[in-house]
Structures are given as C-alpha cells and as structure tokens.
C-alpha cells in the first residue's frame, strides 16, 4: 500500500519489509520477525505516541499520493469529529458510551440455498435496510462515503444490513439473480433475525425491493423510506438512446471490472457520486472491484434493468417518505414522482445534492438522516 511493487510478490514483499523494520523494532525490541514462510508481528511493549485531543485528530499523518490509506485516514477523522464535544471544544474519549456501535455479522440460507450474510448494530427498536449496489458489510462499517450514516442509524436503533447474493460476504458464485430473488433474500434475512415489524429503508434498486416487500407484507413493514428510487429499470422505460449507453455500459463493466487499470471504474464512480473528492472516488472505485466479480455484475445490471414494480405501488398501505437528490446522475427526478404519485400514503422530500450515494460530510446527508429518524419515529 505505501510503497512502489514489484511484478515479483516476494520482492516486493521483501522490500516492505526492509521499510518495516526500523518504524516497529527498537534497540532492545524486535518485534518484527520473518522467515522465507511467515511472518509474525509482536506488539507488546508498544508505546503509542498521542497528541492533544483538542486539535485535529490523528493530525500529520496524510500521505495524499497513497489513496486507500488516506481514505481509511478519512473515514477515522470523521468518526472521530461524530463524537466530538461541541460544549467543551474537545474529543470524547474512545472508552466512553459514545464510541461506535459494533456490529454482529451473522450468516443464513436463502430459500435457493445461497449463503447470505447480514450484520446487526446498536440496539432498540429495529430498521431495516434493503440490499443495493454494491455493499459489503465489513468494507461498509469503515467507509469514508457512509459510514456516517450507518452510525447515525445504529445510535438508537438497531440497524439490520446485508450483502445481497453474488456481493459481499454473501456468495458469490451463483446461477443466477432476478428480482424475485433479491426480495426472496430479504425475506430470508429477516426471518433468520427474527424481526416481526419494522420500518423499511430502500437505496437505489434496494427501493423496488423494499415496495415488493412491503406489498407482501403489510403485517411487518411499519414505515417505508426510499431514497434514489425508481419503480421500472432502464430495459423498461428508457429511451433507445440510454438503453444503447447502459448496454454499452454493461458490455465494458463485464470485460474491464477486475482489470488493473481503475479508468473505467473510476467513470462509474463519477456519476454514483459526483460531488466525491478524489481520495472518495479512488476509495470507492477499489471498494466495487473488491465486492462482487466481474460476471456478477453483468447479472446485476441486467437484472436491475428489468425490474418493474409499478402495479405494486398501489398496494403499499405503509406510510412512504419518498426522498430524491436533485442532480441524481443514475436516476432522475421523474423516477421519484412517479412513486409518490403511485403510492397511495406517500410524501416526498427533495435533497440538494448531485450524489445518488450521499456523501456523510455532505448537509444533504444530515438531512436524510433527520428526516428518516423523525419519520420512523
């Protein structure tokens, strides 16, 4: 991660190494200790050296030209000033009640037998919050883009996520993805909790999911909040024109996913969130090769484009806060009309953003997460 590689494993590994050894081994301490097998790290006796907690935290330590690592550096500020003491001017120390919440990953079986993997975090009443593109519940409790969000949710609730099939910690090698499955995953998830009613949180094509399950299910879904949404994929109602760029599209992400150069993931990236630092889009554009295969995310995107939930609508009875950002790159405006317009208890809130992911340091993030806390109650 910090320094230039070699085509030759070992080398390279060789050579971090030697750039290793003289930051964690003293005069009278190796704690460092490698043979040509194994590695081993021995990091008792490690004085950690701290500032004062009154200026930015973990202040000096930027490496700008080493993406992943300033954006896990991000992430840790952030969480750092989420638990900061506006009265007093200072950080609240890691060890107390404001720390962050952890999450329990557990795993269970899909109706088809897929292994599926969902995370718990905090503790009260429950919302539950749909798959989407893309997720992976452990690369997802740290991220510099939402983490935020995932904490603020945990702070009096708990929080049910998990990886849908084929991303994630779920299984990745499957025969196939239909919408009908996606919603069966949920409902599998749901029952391995032991969940009876709760509100409902859809993101992006995780919306669709969300109406289908509240339609089935009237009994468990308390309250229904969406945000990015739409009711029928871009096979449905697109014109030619977008059809012929999101196949296009499809045909490069299939051939270009997992190769080296991140060009094209990076352009992707853009338009998932535009309003991304650098360091964001570089963190994000790694995060989506590092969740799902390249033959996956042909199945995604083309089962997304054939999802239409437009006769389900009606059939909703749980009150639906319906929100959208403005300069949505991915899905439009009219997409988030037309499902208030269909839902018979809906409200809807526009976002001043052009992100269709929200950024947490972005005001448009806050105020989803308000709107959803007051909705839910």
């Known amino acids: 991660m910090f320094w230039e590689r070699t085509d030759d494993p070992r080398a390279a590994l060789r050579w971090s190494l030697t750039k290793l050894r003289p930051l964690v081994n003293t005069p009278n301490r190796d704690r460092l200790h490698a043979d040509r097998e194994r590695i081993h790290f021995q990091n008792d006796a ?10 930015e935290p973990l202040a000096g330590l930027d490496l700008p030209d080493c993406a992943e690592y300033q954006a896990w550096l991000v992430a840790e500020r952030e969480s750092l000033f989420a638990r900061t003491d506006k009265s007093e001017n200072k950080f609240i120390r890691l060890d107390t009640p404001a720390m962050k919440a952890n999450q329990n990953i ?80 949920l409902e599998s998830v749901v029952e391995s909790a032991g969940l009876t009613r709760f509100p409902l949180l859809g993101l992006s094509q995780g919306a669709a999911v969300a109406i289908e399950y509240a339609a089935r299910h009237p009994e468990k879904v308390s309250h229904l909040v969406l945000h990015g949404g739409f009711a029928s994929g871009w096979k449905i109602n697109a014109s030619d024109a977008v059809r012929t760029e999101r196949e296009a599209i499809q045909a490069l992400l299939t051939s270009q996913w997992g ?21 964001e889009i570089a963190w994000f554009s790694d995060f989506q090769r590092k969740t799902t295969s390249a033959e996956n995310v042909s199945k995604f995107m083309e089962a997304f484009g054939w999802i239409d939930v437009r006769d ?47 950024i947490d340091r972005e005001a448009a993030s806050e105020e989803f997460l308000r709107a959803t806390l007051d909705f839910i109650g």
């Open 106 to 185: 557990k795993f269970c079986r899909s109706a088809d037998d897929v292994l599926l993997a969902y995370a718990m975090s905090g503790t009260g009443p429950p919302i539950v919050k749909a798959a989407n593109w893309l997720t992976h519940l452990e690369f997802d409790w740290t991220s510099p883009i939402d983490s935020g969000q995932i904490q603020r949710l945990s702070e009096h609730n708990t929080l049910l996520r998990y990886d849908g099939r084929g991303n994630g910690l779920s299984d990745w090698d499957i025969e196939s993805l239909s919408f009908d499955q996606m919603v069966s995953d």
């Open 312 to 358: 389900r609508l009606s059939q909703v009875s749980a009150p639906t806060l319906v929100m959208h950002s403005r300069g949505d790159q991915i899905v439009d405006l009219d997409s988030a009309r037309e499902l208030v317009a269909s839902l018979s208890n809906a409200t809807f809130r526009s976002l001043e953003s052009d992100n269709h992911s929200l």
């Open 46 to 55: 490690l004085e950690l050296q701290t500032g004062d907690l009154s200026d």
């Open 259 to 279: 190769a080296d150069n991140p060009s094209f993931r990076h352009l992707i990236s853009t338009h998932f969130i535009p309003g991304a630092t650098e360091i």
